[in-house]
Every structure is written in C-alpha cells, then in structure tokens.
C-alpha cells in the first residue's frame, strides 16, 4: 500500500505542509485534566457569536433536512447592499481557505508562481504547492510586506500576489500610499488577492482596502470573512468580491451545495448585526492597550497591531513558553512555525482573560529566565 501511494500519487503532494491549528480547548482538557481553560491561539471573537446570527440560525434548524441555496442567494443580495457591489462579482466560499484554493484550482498550473510575504497565513503556500506551482516568499521589512520587494520577485512565471492586509502573524498593514504605488507598477496581468479577514479591526485612518482597485477594474479579489469579528469561526463562511469575470471562472471549479444553510442564514444576520462588531471592535481596542501596557511593564518587545492578536517577543524559547502556558490552563500560538522561534501570537481576549494570560505569562518567564 505504501509503495502505491508513493508512486501512484500526485508528487505535489508530498510537498505540502499540514496545517498547524491552534490547539482546541478540549483536547488540553483531555491531555491534562484542566477543566478552566482559555484560549487566544486562534484569533476567535472573545463575545461570541453575533446574537442575531445564533436567533436566525435557531429559527431554521428544523429546515436542515433540506439541501442548501447553492447560489447564496439572499447572503449575495445582503453583501451586494452592504458594499455596494454586484452579486455577480461575489463568491461565497467554506471559509476563506476554500476560496483561496479555488482560486489556486483556476488560475495556477505546475510552473506558475505566486508572490507572498514570510511570514504570513500558512495556507498561501498550500494552494500554490497543491497545483504544482511555486510559492516566493519575500521577507517582512519591519514586520511589514515589504511591497517594493514583492514587485523586484516578479517573473514572468507570476500568476499571483497575496496580500494579507492585517498580516497574519504580525497584525500589520500596508497603507494607502504603499499600495498605491504598488499597484501603479503592477503589470495588469498578475491577480492580486487581498486578504482582508481582519479588515474590521483595523483602526489606522491610513489603512485602504483592495476595493478601491476593483471599483477600478484592476483584477483583483477582496477576501474577507464571517470567522472573526462575527464570530461564525464553526460555520466556515468566508466571500470574495470581485469581477463577474473572476467570479465565473471560480464558480466552475466550485463544489455545488460547498456552504451550508446555518451559515448562509448566520451570516446574512450577522451583518445585519453591527451593534455586535462596534463591541467587539471597542473590547478589542481597550484589550490591546492593556496588553501594551503589560507588555511594556515586563519590558518585553511586542508588534503593534491592527488586528486582534499581538505578535510578541518572549525572549526565550516560545515552545517552552507555550508549553508552560498550556499546563497554566492558557492557550496562545507559537511562532516558530512562522520562522520566528522567541515569538508567540496571543489573541485579545476579554479583560478577564487578559489579565489571566499576563499573570501567566509573568509567571512563565520569571520560571525560563
């Protein structure tokens, strides 16, 4: 058996990383016997659900005998008001991730290339890898894409460019200015993707969507999702805006039936919920200055953020610290599978749970040093 999948199997496969989730509350619960446990590994909403979306969603739970909308519909027709774009340039997907690897299933074939920073959301590099084409990875300037650098990589193998805008693990943006002049030196065959699954967080008057450039015709896509600030991460709803043209090519490798019913009703609720995303935005604005604060008391260096994690530097091992944490009954991500070994991302979380992880961490580290 083994040396039939090893011959028999597609070779870029081999080649792929499995992704590294952050760890679920259960199993620490399995592995350690902890019952009180919080986690700020995964960059959830700490309030939940929006609460229209849990009374929509309750509302329709004896229709889940019935097979889904498999064009989205009335999630269509809510997004198309809400930012004022054609449905027809929008595609729903299972997630951000599934939109990212149908883009992949469209546009990439073994050989192409696409650009991306490093480090930045994992997934990028599996949609190129899985379709046989290579992932170049640029290096963050200042924690940052570093947008001139991006465009010196560009070959005439370049199919794509990623952008994460807040970047995932670093919380950073690229402004309006930057992008600008990115995309005035682009050659206009190269799509660029713009990863915007924090783009609610953000509180920089300097930060600009990649929408600006699809209201220009430039070919590119907005990916945004339901999984943060709505807090919908078990549904796995996420959506792209972009051209009609775009969209019809993705929609042609697309699954039918690839969202389910709760998710579309959810989501549609959801953003009808803005009340839920003001709280949220401002929970994480007071929990972000505390950890500041903390941070800075412990003398320790962190990367201001426009998102709802904190990429920071423990100055010691990050897996011990982890490690440590996770028998403390506090979950946080490590950063050396983002190439960057002293470092841990910790998602704001409530102020209770905040102060619970520095208290911890303090702790930690006056134990490692």
């Known amino acids: ?30 592995e350690l016997g902890l019952q009180n446990i919080i986690k700020l590994a995964s ?19 004896t229709e889940i005998h019935l097979y ?21 340039g929008i ?3 299972n997630g951000s991730d599934e939109l990212l690897k149908l883009l992949a299933e469209t546009f990439l074939s073994s050989g192409d290339q696409i650009i991306v920073g490093q480090p930045t959301f994992s997934e990028y590099e599996f949609t190129a890898l899985i379709m046989g084409a290579e992932c170049i990875e640029v290096p963050l300037k200042d924690f940052t894409h570093d947008l001139p650098a991006m465009l010196d990589a560009i070959t005439p193998k370049t199919k794509m460019i990623i952008i994460c805008n807040p970047n995932n693990p670093t919380g950073t943006i690229v402004n309006r200015m930057q992008i600008k002049e990115f995309m005035s030196k682009l050659p206009p065959d190269i799509l660029v993707v713009f990863d915007e699954a ?8 300097e930060y600009s969507t990649g929408l600006e450039y699809l209201a220009q015709g430039r070919n590119v896509i907005v990916l945004r ?30 699954e039918p039936f690839n969202v389910n019913s709760p998710a579309q ?16 935005r401002e929970l994480n604005k007071q929990g972000k200055q505390y950890l500041y604060n903390e941070f800075k ?17 423990t100055g010691v091992d990050g897996r011990e610290v982890f490690n440590r944490l996770l028998k403390l009954g506090v979950i946080v991500r490590t950063g050396d599978i983002f190439g960057l070994p002293t470092f841990i991302r910790v998602t704001v979380g409530t102020a209770e749970e905040n102060q619970r992880f520095t208290t911890s961490l303090e702790k930690v580290l006056k134990d490692l040093k």
Request: with cysteine; aromatic share 10%.
């Open 1 to 30: 058996m083994q040396e039939f999948v090893k011959d028999r199997a597609r070779q870029e496969i081999f080649k792929l990383k499995p992704y590294t989730p952050g760890k679920p509350i259960d199993e620490v619960k399995r």
């Open 43 to 61: 960059n959830e909403n700490p309030l939940g659900p929006a609460p229209r979306a849990i009374e929509a969603i309750s509302n329709m739970l």
């Open 68 to 88: 889904p909308d498999a064009n989205c519909f009335n999630l269509k027709k809510a997004l198309s008001s809400y930012h004022d774009v054609p449905t027809t």
């Open 91 to 93: 595609l729903i997907g």
């Open 198 to 205: 924090y783009y609610e967080y953000v509180e920089s008057p």
């Open 225 to 254: 999702t339901f999984s943060k600030i709505y807090g919908l991460a078990a549904l796995r709803i996420g959506y792209g805006l972009t051209s009609t043209e775009i969209a019809q090519a993705v929609e042609r490798v697309m």
């Open 265 to 280: 009703i959810g989501a549609v609720a959801a953003l009808q919920d803005q009340e839920h995303v003001k709280r949220s």
């Open 297 to 313: 008391r412990m003398g320790l260096t962190y990367v201001p953020t426009e998102a709802n994690f904190i990429f920071m530097d």
